[in-house]
């Protein structure tokens, strides 16, 4: 995306006839900055508290009504405003389009589109190719609609065709077709701005697992419960949809434009298993493992960092799920356990040392057991590809965690780059196993993009 501004004037909801003028930008990244003429009160008139925040500023540019979302000053150039010339104020959200106020439930569907996504839905095989004596053809079919339900919130896979283009070079025609996808997000009943921001990233984490890359968000429009009345010709009025443009900062800045991960190398697609039953069961795992999957993701989006923190994050991310999804389930039955720490506990005369085996007595899983757990969970051949010796990467694993969590140094003869890449593809496999995914797209997955433990695969 490239830089967007609205100047305009704006106001607080409550003092309508006190406007300033200004300008909104949006910057590549997405982040809002509201830049004021004078400026407004928000809150801080008697002193120069930049951390003071309203909840929605309102405004209009070109006839084009804008909210703006937990505002605050982050640079002004006198102590109140009555001696300011300039403010700065920084925007959680700009909603371009309407006015809104605070948790309004007002949207009543919104469409997104993200990176990958075109791939990931297969949509090149609805474009038909073909040649002969006649010379070269194409023919690009929108792809049918595939829907699901989760909760109420229905999601809606919709694909674009675009008309053919012809364009003239000096040296040449060139003739593009293009086809897109988007996904449609229709809650039960209309809910406020915020409340799509968590499907969204849902949706971005399920895209980044299946494509092996960061898939951000491109663009996200919020439909109006209100629609926008236009008169006739002859009179009589009609009424479009209100649309709405989201612009936020984000946590992945989306770059559209370039080229997208091969089809081949993509971890599973639409074809490995439908939209309509991958997105439900994605759901259901991301918000059950919604810890784990914060740490996991959030090192897909992060800027490159240190191997070590990406190594004790990945660790970190894999105790994180195996707790979520297996528990912390034993060997020993609780009751087994309850009966055996009894028998050790009666065999101590001494109270104070009773209590202190007592409060270190739990039947809980190691860090290591928990590691060996979630190499059980895909499916064997992959697993045998990817980490040859699970005993070995567990003990070598807890080694450097231990290691880096308590002196910052994972004092280690491996390789700890191939320790967190390999471990990253483990919980790869593992969230695909957990997604139902058969064990040939695991393999498939193992064998294209995939690292095994211990670098590079030999060719």
Same mark, same amino acid.
């Given at each position: ?88 104020? @920084? ?102 701005? =915020? ?36 008169? =006739? ?18 946590? @992945? ?207």
């Amino acid at each position: 995306m490239t830089e967007k501004s609205w100047r305009g004037s704006w106001w607080l909801p409550s003092a309508a006839d006190d406007r300033v003028p200004g300008q909104l930008v949006v910057a590549e990244d997405g982040r809002c900055e509201l830049q004021l003429i004078g400026g407004l009160d928000l809150g801080d008139s008697a002193t120069n508290r930049l951390s003071d925040r309203v909840p929605v500023i309102w405004g209009e540019a070109g006839n084009q009504p804008i909210t703006l979302t937990n505002c605050f000053t982050s640079r002004r150039d006198g102590f109140s405003r009555r001696d300011s010339t300039y403010q700065d104020v @920084h925007v959680h959200e700009a909603l371009v389009g309407a006015h809104v106020s605070e948790h309004q439930e007002a949207f009543k569907y919104a469409i997104v589109t993200l990176e990958h996504l075109a791939s990931w839905l297969t949509l090149h095989t609805s474009v038909e190719r073909g040649s002969g004596e006649q010379g070269e053809s194409a023919l690009n079919r929108p792809s049918p609609d595939v829907s699901c339900s989760v909760d109420g919130w229905t999601f809606t896979a919709r694909s674009q065709v675009q008309p053919f283009r012809l364009s003239a070079e000096r040296s040449r025609l060139a003739v593009e077709g293009e086809v897109s996808g988007y996904i449609v997000i229709r809650p039960p009943a209309p809910v406020a701005a =915020d409340a799509f921001h968590g499907p969204v990233l849902e949706l971005m984490d399920l895209l980044t697992l299946a494509s092996g890359e960061a898939s951000g968000r491109i663009e996200l429009t919020l439909v109006h419960e209100e629609p926008i009345s236009h008169p =006739d010709s002859d009179g009589t009025i009609f009424e479009v949809e209100r649309r709405v443009d989201s612009y936020g900062a984000r946590i @992945h800045t989306a770059r559209p434009k370039d080229h997208a991960v091969d089809d081949w190398n993509f971890l599973f697609t639409c074809t490995d298993k439908s939209f309509d039953k991958v997105v439900p069961d994605w759901l259901a795992l991301r918000r059950r493992a919604a810890s784990a999957c914060n740490v996991f993701f959030g090192m897909r989006y992060a800027r490159p960092i240190f191997t070590e923190v990406r190594l004790l994050m990945m660790a970190i991310a894999a105790e994180a799920l195996h707790q979520s999804i297996r528990g912390d389930e034993t060997e020993l039955p609780a009751a087994a356990f309850a009966e055996l720490r009894e028998q050790v506990l009666n065999a101590i005369p001494d109270a104070s040392k009773r209590e202190w085996v007592k409060a270190r007595l739990r039947n809980v899983p190691s860090f290591r057991e928990r590691m060996i757990s979630l190499a059980s969970i895909p499916a064997p051949g992959a697993v045998a590809e990817l980490v040859p010796d699970v005993q070995r990467w567990a003990r070598i694993l807890r080694i450097a965690r231990d290691n880096l969590a308590h002196t910052g140094n994972e004092q280690t003869q491996e390789n700890i780059f191939h320790l967190e890449r390999a471990t990253s593809s483990l919980l790869s496999l593992v969230l695909m196993a957990e997604l139902g995914l058969p064990a040939e797209a695991q393999e498939r997955a193992v064998k294209r993009a995939l690292r095994p433990f211990g670098g590079a695969r030999q060719g």
